[in-house]
């Protein structure tokens, strides 16, 4: 039986890889990926103690999760190729201010 | 290493490794590949957990929809220019990533472990007990996450949509 | 222990060998076949000593050795690792299936029961989409890394193709699960073998018909054979996402879309024609409906239960190989107009109808 802390500790490192990846990549396809990577990392989570809890609401959390993750990658990227459209560049740091 | 131990170690090892190259690799279509091999360790994950059902799932939606869209946009927008020099914030932004790391895994791994769990039965995580649950505690929250989807298909359509 | 998992070890390298082996002998059937409709010839040059074998040394010979002798060309601007790794991510999913597909029903070895199945898990039929959506990425990446337009024309269009036959193929099998009442393929083939009114087995295609229609026409879709094989359209878009392979990976390509037929005969098998069911044939003998009882030994009953789904697995493929020589292609635009706006409504009509049927008969 592996120890419930094994799987904490690796659910938050792949948290934190994700953080990181957002903080310092500057590209939105990229970040959004990371975003994506935080959620599994929570997932993860989730899992985890529906199984040492016994109780099965983890795994249906982590549906609605992962429902709500599709809707949100999916509008984002509509929104990524729209931005793209527009500004040719997928650099966050080009589009700090609203007119220009 | 106890044997339960070693699959562990190795599925998290490659997690983490997959991980790391989702966020340091320069090239996208790279980041994006590895990314579909980190979602697929993380269902092996789930499976292991006894959620079966969560875990084909995931391999269904997230490694084969979600994914599949992302690479699909990385292709058809083909962003030629490799993305700039880190700015000089990125020292910044990585400590103070690691210290959330440091401050979840502390208050994680802080508190008392629930007592071990007893073994499960075969119906736990199976799609009968996914059904029940979804069907009659959490009914409302299904049919809103249905209607969120629609609203997202239809948002997804009018934002990417070409000017006629 | 041990012996557990050499059994396990033991099927799927029947599993494996069946479904390899039907791969390479659909390529000759293919050929072959194809000239017999077309009414010609076919490939006759290559023998040996004199012996030509009706085409089977030049598909099964000769041109093996061909693909892999020939020189492994990687787009100089291409991605390398990821032109190599496409073929392999296509190959993968259409042998993977097949860890769910029971051929036969027990064997009783003194008193060990095997389970005639590679793997029996309680998730069987969506384990088989999330594989075959995993298929979607050997297009994706080959099309990409062949650093041409052509193929990535050829691999978007496919893609799209594989994802929204994917959807149809899904609701489609709804309605199979609502009237077995259970996601397991081995459960779903053990529950075939009842009775309809006394004499009809509750095989899957007289319970949905629809069902199956949508099913097959779902299923080929998927494996992007004509009439939806635009994506590797052969004469309007040069050889589409595989045309930058050459030797040992485009035979990967090529041979994965033989399994790829194999696997979808398997499917529709399991799913609506009993899969290894033989009517009126129980674990212990034959047991017509008009009184007759013929007992037989369970080896017997097992190995008839196997030769049984061999033969309405190769029925399919060659169904799915002749429909390739007799109908033309779809147009890209017409393949997402069926998709979508006919098969994805008819889907969810055989869904409800379904459920009225279901309530209505308890």
Redesign the interface.
Known sequence: ??????Y??????????????V?????L??I???I??ML?AV??TF??F?????S??G??I???V??????????G??????I??HRQ???P?EMQFLKW | MAPPLIPFFVLAFLLVITSLMVVFQRNVVHSALSLVAALFLIALFFIMLHAPMVGVLQILIYAGAIMVLFLFVIMLLNPAALEQRRGVWWWFGTVAALILGGLLVAVMTGTEPPPDPAAATALFGSPEMLAKSLFTDFVLPFEIASILLLVAIVGAVVLAKREP | MIVDIGIIALKAFLVLFMVLNLAGILGWVERKGSALIQDRIGANRASIFGFAGMGLVNTLIADPLKFLTKEDFIPPAGDKFLHTLAPCMAFFPALVTFAVIPFGDVLVIGDRVINLQVANINVGILYIFAMASLGVYGIVIGAWASNNKFSLLGGVRGSAQMISYEVAMGLSVIGILMVYGTLELQEIARAQGELLWGWLPRWGVFLQPLAFLLFFVAAVAETKRIPFDLPEGESELVAGYHVEYSGGKFLMFFAGEFAEIVTAAGLITTLFFGGWQVPYLMRDGFHFPWGGVRLMHQWAVALLQVVAFTVKVVFFCWLQISLRWTVPRFRYDQVMRLGWKMMLPLALLNVAITAIVIIAVQ
Not at chain 1, 66 to 75: D, I
């Open positions: 039986m592996v120890p419930l802390n094994h904490l500790i690796l659910s938050a490192i792949v948290f934190t890889i994700g953080v990181i990846g903080l310092i990549r500057r590209n396809i990229v959004l990926m990371s994506e990577l599994n997932n993860l899992i985890v529906s199984r040492f809890l016994g099965m609401e795994q249906v982590v549906f609605f992962m429902a709500v993750a599709a809707a949100e990658a999916v509008v990227l509509a929104i990524i190729i729209a793209f459209r560049t997928l650099d740091s």
